[in-house]
C-alpha cells in the first residue's frame, strides 16, 4: 500500500500532489521517530528497527533482514533441490551455477542391448518363458501350492521338490547353460522365494552360474543358500570367493535375490531384500574371482535340490528377473 502525504511549514498534513507508482511501505517495530518520509518509484520503503529517524528505500539486504525467509519457508523448494542434487550439495557447491545444469538423468538412455525378462511361474511346464526346467534325479515341481504359501503381492508359484533319490530336485535356467559372462555392460538378476516346510538338508543356488546338481557352480555370481544360510559367491574355473551374510531366513517369509554387476565386471552387489516390503536387510560385495572371459561362461540358473531320500517340498519360487541394469531400471522407474 502506498501513502500519499505532505507535511507544510507549519506542521499541517495534507494530501500532496505526488502520484506514487508501485511503491510499498513497511515499517518494522523500534525506537525511534520517524521524521521524514522518501518514496520512489517501484520500490519498498521501511524503517529497520533499532532506531532512526528516516524511512527510506530499503536494499535487498534490509528486505531479506525483515522478512527472515528460510527454504523450509518456501512450498516445495526443498523437495525439488533434493530431487536434482544430493541433499546438501546445493549448499557446499555452487550448485545452481553449475551442479543442477550438468544433473544427469535419473534413469540412463536404453542400448539396443539393454534389456528385463521377467518370469512368472504360474503353472508346473518344464518350458517358463525364457527358462528350461528339468528334474535332477527324479525331482519334480508341484503347483499345488497351500493357501498358507499364496500371498496377494505374489500370487503364483510352484513348488520344487525332491524325490527318493539323495540330492534329487528340480532347477530352471536359460536354455544356453554357459553362453554369458561379466563385463561390457551391467547385468541384473533377482528372484522370489519362499522356504515352507523346512531348511534342513535343502540347498539352492540362485543367480548366475553353470552348475546343473547339487554340485558346486564352476563359473558364476550366485548366491547359494544352504539351510538357512545365505551365502553370496562368485568363481572362475572352481576358484571360488564366499561372504557369508549375518542374515539367516525364515519359514513363511518371502525374499528377493538380487545380484547387480557393475559395466566392467569388476564388482557383484547381492541384496538380500524383504519382497514384500522391498526394504534391502543386507547387503554384500564381492570383487575377485568374476568370470569375465567368453571361455567361463555361465547361464542364469535355479538349482534346489534335498539330501535325504525322502520326496519333499524344498522351495516356492514365484518369479525369475534377469536382463541389464538399465533395462530394469526403465521397465520397473
Not at 63 to 69: F, R, S
Not at 80 to 86: F, N, V, Y
Not at 239 to 266: K, Q
Not at 288 to 298: A, E, H, K, V, W
Amino acid at each position: 500500500m502506498a501513502i500519499d502525504i505532505e507535511i507544510d511549514s507549519s506542521g499541517l498534513v495534507k494530501k500532496s500532489a505526488y502520484t506514487p507508482s508501485h511503491s510499498i511501505l513497511v515499517q518494522q517495530s523500534g525506537t525511534g521517530s520517524p521524521t521524514a518520509l522518501q518514496v520512489g518509484n517501484n520500490t519498498l520503503v521501511g524503517r529497520l528497527s533499532g532506531g532512526g529517524s528516516a524511512i527510506n528505500d530499503l536494499s535487498a539486504t534490509d528486505v531479506k533482514t525483515m522478512l527472515d525467509i528460510q527454504i523450509s519457508d518456501v512450498d516445495n523448494l526443498q523437495t525439488s533441490l533434493d530431487g536434482k542434487q544430493p541433499s546438501g550439495d546445493y549448499a557446499t557447491n555452487t550448485a545452481l551455477s553449475s551442479g543442477l545444469a550438468t544433473k544427469q538423468p535419473l534413469i540412463a538412455p536404453l542400448m539396443p542391448y539393454d534389456y528385463w525378462y521377467e518370469t512368472r511361474f504360474q503353472n508346473t511346464n518344464n518350458t517358463q518363458a525364457h527358462l528350461a526346467g528339468f528334474a535332477i534325479s527324479g525331482g519334480t515341481s508341484s503347483a499345488a501350492v497351500p493357501i498358507l504359501a499364496s500371498n496377494t503381492l505374489y500370487p503364483y508359484g510352484i513348488f520344487l521338490r525332491s524325490a527318493t533319490s539323495v540330492n534329487g530336485g528340480f532347477k530352471f535356467n536359460t536354455t544356453l547353460i554357459n553362453s554369458d559372462f561379466f563385463g561390457g555392460v551391467a547385468k541384473k538378476f533377482q528372484t522370489a522365494i519362499m522356504w515352507k516346510t523346512s531348511f534342513t538338508g535343502r540347498t539352492v543356488r540362485v543367480g548366475y552360474h553353470d552348475s546343473g546338481t547339487n554340485a558346486d557352480a564352476i563359473d558364476g555370481a550366485y548366491f547359494e543358500i544352504l539351510d538357512n544360510v545365505v551365502n553370496c559367491k562368485t568363481s572362475t574355473n572352481s576358484v571360488r570367493t564366499t561372504v557369508t551374510m549375518v542374515t539367516t531366513l525364515s519359514i513363511d517369509e518371502i525374499y528377493l535375490f538380487d545380484i547387480e554387476s557393475n559395466t566392467d565386471g569388476t564388482l557383484i552387489t547381492y541384496k538380500l531384500i524383504n519382497a514384500n516390503t522391498n526394504v534391502v536387510i543386507e547387503t554384500a560385495t564381492i570383487d575377485t574371482n568374476i568370470p569375465t572371459l567368453s571361455t567361463r561362461g555361465f547361464a542364469v540358473a535355479l538349482v534346489a535340490t534335498e539330501a535325504t531320500t525322502t520326496s519333499s517340498d524344498i522351495c516356492v519360487i514365484y518369479y525369475v528377473g534377469n536382463g541389464t541394469v538399465n533395462g530394469y531400471n526403465r521397465q520397473r522407474n
